[in-house]
């Protein structure tokens, strides 16, 4: 009940019981109407209590209600200001983008000067097996398990004689270890038969090996023959897009756009740095943004961690304080404070 109900009660009452004391035959006594009286507005008073208690609960809805509206609005802004900044920049000159990435390349070298291909090798044959092992797996996975392969099978002529499920064995802990041995077996077939078991140094010759692509391709001919190239992984992919170097997503066509924008000679180095960035800071989910030396730079700045405290535990390899990928890293990794990994089965 109201509390206007509640009051309308009792005066309907008091009124009630006024014109029953002037028409009784025996005249009532005043303080008996004043007394009924009392016992309405006493009635009255629950209902009273009980809409001030309705009140008082409604208040935490109320609350509630403004909290959830005002989580919705910093939501709201939060997606406002990621879109914004998945815009493309304003309008931009060749020139201006040229001048843009080749500073950003600039300033990866100065924080990457040890930038080097993650993968262990001594010569283009185990560069090549390993860069087909790397496919779906990490570097440093492919760098636990090629040492049993290789110095079980150190030639092509070794490898192409195996026996594939012996090959298998030592290939399961990178995954999908059948098609891998199906691959490094076949090329090594192909090394022994076609190239008198020396690996080629020329691009079209490599891709027509089994299991090799232009990226691994690239990442041979740059790496163990000194001849540039682009190595378009998934990680140089993500971070072209991220710093609006091309809006192009077929890795050929990403290839062609970025290796426009930069000298032959620079290649094979701005891979490096472009893939040391990604795997280290940039990363594809949680870039930490706040810890980025890039963040002046790029137009995707916010996308990821932007608290500098925070964005630090996100951070990977030695950037983070952790060990690299390679087991036999380079000194000059060493010397800038680099961990190499440990062996398989070390943790």
């Not at 195996?162 to 990178?174: C, F, G, W």
């Amino acid at each position: 009940m109201s509390v206007e109900k509640a009051a309308k009660k009792v005066t309907g009452a008091t009124e009630v019981a006024g014109t029953a004391g002037e028409g009784a035959s025996r005249g009532a006594p005043e303080d008996g109407a004043a007394a009924r009286s009392a016992g309405q507005v006493k009635k009255a008073a629950p209902a009273k209590r009980a809409a001030a208690t309705a009140v008082k609960k409604a208040a935490p809805a109320k609350r509630a209600a403004a909290t959830a509206v005002k989580k919705t609005a910093v939501k709201k802004t939060a997606v406002a200001k990621k879109a914004a900044a998945a815009k493309p920049p304003r309008e931009e000159s060749r020139t201006a983008l040229v001048r843009r990435a080749r500073r950003i390349d600039r300033e990866l070298a100065e924080v990457y000067p040890y930038a080097h291909p993650e993968l262990d090798f001594e010569n283009p044959f185990q560069l090549l097996v390993a860069t087909v092992l790397s496919a779906q797996t990490t570097d440093l996975r492919v760098n636990q398990t090629t040492p049993a392969l290789f110095a079980k099978y150190p030639t092509p002529e070794d490898l192409a004689a195996a026996d594939p499920e012996e090959v298998e064995e030592i290939l399961r802990p990178t995954g999908f270890f059948r098609a891998k041995t199906r691959s490094v077996i076949g090329l090594s077939k192909a090394l022994s038969e076609e190239f008198g078991g020396e690996v080629p140094g020329r691009l079209e010759d490599l891709v027509k090996l089994p299991g090799v692509g232009r990226k691994t391709a690239f990442v041979v001919l740059g790496n163990a023959f000194g001849h540039p190239g682009l190595t378009v992984d998934t990680h140089f992919q993500r971070l072209v897009h991220r710093w609006r170097w091309t809006a192009e997503k077929d890795p050929d066509k990403i290839e062609a756009a970025v290796g426009a924008l930069f000298p032959k000679s620079d290649w094979t180095m701005l891979s490096h740095h472009v893939i040391f960035h990604g795997r280290r800071i940039c990363h594809a989910r949680k870039p930490a943004c706040g810890a980025c030396p890039l963040a002046p730079l790029c137009p995707a700045y916010g996308e990821g961690e932007t608290d500098p405290e925070k964005a630090k535990k996100l951070l990977k390899y030695e950037k983070g304080g952790f060990p690299g990928q390679r087991l036999k890293p380079p000194q000059a990794y060493l010397d800038a404070g680099g961990i190499p990994a440990p062996p398989l089965g070390a943790g």
